[in-house]
């Protein structure tokens, strides 16, 4: 079986493990059988320094249900970032060991950004750069015995402003650093609405990118979009999901992410163990979390059934 475990992202709790409780309770009373943690807002990690008290109290937590766990770390880790090198290599060893204490297995990372000018006056230098840094991270994740799972991006405001880019906008630009890497504990994390979003902007074929990720792909993170960039001013996450523009973070249908062509795309290529993590905002929990789940466990069937 391809496909261990379908669940939501817990979100951001702001300190209190008691809501991080509640989270996990209801997550498991509506039958998830995995679990994605929000590394950023537990408080367990100040400073890039675990706090052992935190830590404890939010592993006495998730020790209360049998939940296939991940953690996201912070996405401002960007491992192409020299001037702050140091840093981010901290954070994310960091929380290489926080996800060991809590017993979460993989570690989502987001792949290294840039200005665009120098993307085009540094490409192959900031990818070697990148690899590098990527080879310690998946050398210590092993020894941990946890997972890095780099995840292709999606066009935030900074890239729609011309601020920043990635190559990881394209999935398959993705699958060729991580083969390049070439470690065992580096797989990939493919956010499916991110695809449908960099697809737009660039001009790729969205299923075609997500089949030369697939041998490497070990997570999933779901949510629908329509691919539109985020272009018209909004003030917030409700106003772009009106728009239908952006990360909207949405059920399966409410954008236009082919999701039974994304499941042909990746099977019968996905890594064994691998999990999906539902990503839908606040609001579409209140009226869509049953429906999105059950969606999502479909989308976990096809899979292992089309791998069997």
């Not at 261990?4 to 309770?25: C, H, K, M, Q």
């Not at 292709?152 to 990635?166: D, H, L, Q, Y």
């Not at 999935?171 to 994390?189: E, N, S, T, W």
Request: with cysteine; glycine share 8%.
């Amino acid at each position: 079986m391809r496909v261990i475990a379908t669940g939501f992202n817990t979100g951001d709790v702001e300190g209190s493990v008691a809501s991080l409780a509640a989270r996990l309770d209801h997550l498991a009373q509506i039958g998830c059988t995995g679990a994605e943690i929000t590394a950023t807002g537990l408080d367990a990690v100040i400073a890039c320094r675990l706090i052992a008290p935190q830590v404890a109290a939010v592993r006495a937590a998730m020790a209360r249900h049998d939940l296939a766990y991940s953690l996201h770390a912070p996405i401002a880790i960007n491992l192409m970032d020299r001037v702050h090198a140091d840093l981010h290599r901290r954070a994310a060893l960091v929380s290489l060991d926080l996800a060991a204490e809590i017993g979460a297995r993989v570690v989502v990372l987001h792949p290294g950004r840039c200005h665009p000018r120098d993307w085009l006056g540094g490409r192959e230098t900031l990818l070697a750069q990148e690899r590098d840094e990527l080879a310690r991270l998946a050398e210590h994740a092993a020894s941990l015995g946890v997972a890095v799972a780099y995840e292709n991006i999606s066009p935030n405001a900074r890239v729609i402003a011309g601020e920043e880019t990635s190559y990881s906008l394209d999935p398959g630009l993705l699958a060729d650093q991580i083969a390049a890497v070439g470690h065992p504990a580096l797989i990939a994390c493919l956010d499916i609405s991110h695809a449908r979003q960099g697809a737009t902007l660039w001009g790729f074929d969205m299923l075609a990118a997500c089949a030369r990720l697939a041998p490497h792909v070990g997570h999933l993170h779901y949510s629908d979009s329509t691919g539109i960039p985020a272009t018209v001013a909004t003030r917030s996450q409700a106003e772009m999901q009106f728009f239908g523009q952006g990360d909207m973070h949405a059920p399966p249908g409410m954008g236009a992410v082919d999701f039974d062509g994304v499941a042909a795309a990746l099977a019968p290529q996905i890594r064994p163990g691998t999990r999906i993590v539902i990503e839908i905002k606040r609001n579409f929990r209140a009226h869509a979390e049953a429906a999105t789940l059950a969606a999502a466990r479909a989308f976990a069937a096809r899979l292992n059934e089309e791998t069997a």
